[in-house]
């Protein structure tokens, strides 16, 4: 048992490094081989191993046959791994805004049925306005 008692060190200890925030990122966007996360990702073999491995071990992805029939595995998304949307929208919409130059190239999250730009990520109270960090303190529960 991890005995951190903050649910931020514990979460970035799980999924915080960038080989495994791109490779849940590949998985929201549909990538589920092994060979196409390498290929996508370029990353060593060994890193890939084990961070998918971790991944698995942590219940956020799960290994099925793969879809085709072939003797292949793919990594799919759990219902835990799914609610992590939301951490890498909130990741996504914030390098928009802050790390490109006006113009520059970049990729953008689109709602399908829409067409639409996804709304910026932003806390909400139970009345449904925005929260700013200073409209919020941290409990300790038990």
């Known amino acids: 048992m991890n005995a951190e008692p903050c649910p931020v060190a514990r979460s970035v200890d799980l999924i915080g490094d960038r080989w495994s925030l791109l490779i849940l990122r590949n ?39 793969a879809s085709d029939g072939t003797a292949y595995q793919e990594y799919v998304l759990t219902a835990k791994g799914d609610r992590l949307f939301p951490i890498l929208v909130a990741l996504r919409q914030w390098g928009e805004h802050h790390l490109f130059e006006p113009g520059e190239a970049h990729s953008l999250l689109i709602d399908t049925r829409t067409g639409k730009p996804s709304p910026l990520m932003a806390p909400k109270a139970s009345d449904g306005r925005t929260l700013s960090p200073a409209e919020t303190a941290v409990q300790k529960v038990r």
């Open 27 to 65: 998985a929201f966007d549909g990538t589920s081989r092994f060979s196409d996360f390498q290929r996508s990702l370029g990353v060593a073999r060994n890193i890939l191993s084990d961070r998918l491995h971790k991944l698995v071990e942590a219940g956020i992805l799960q290994t099925q046959a």
